[in-house]
């Protein structure tokens, strides 16, 4: 293999590694937005799931002894 058709196909190689690590680079960008995201998410259900528990509680204290 002469070094002139050795270069072409080191270009074609090197060309196709920077699609990859382009693609790479642009999925963990979209991961990492999308953990945000899940965070966000989980945090509200916490809170929406700890407002429930404490109407609850106060619902179950409103009700008079023996009727549980």
Excluded: H
């Amino acid at each position: 293999m002469d070094f002139f058709n050795y270069s072409g196909i080191m270009e074609a190689d090197l060309k196709t590694l920077e699609e990859k690590i382009t693609k790479l680079v642009s999925l963990c960008g979209n991961l990492r937005e999308e953990n945000l995201r899940l965070r966000t998410d989980l945090t509200q259900t916490k809170g929406n799931m700890l407002q429930a528990s404490n109407k609850l509680e106060v619902l179950l204290q409103s009700i008079p002894d023996g009727e549980v």
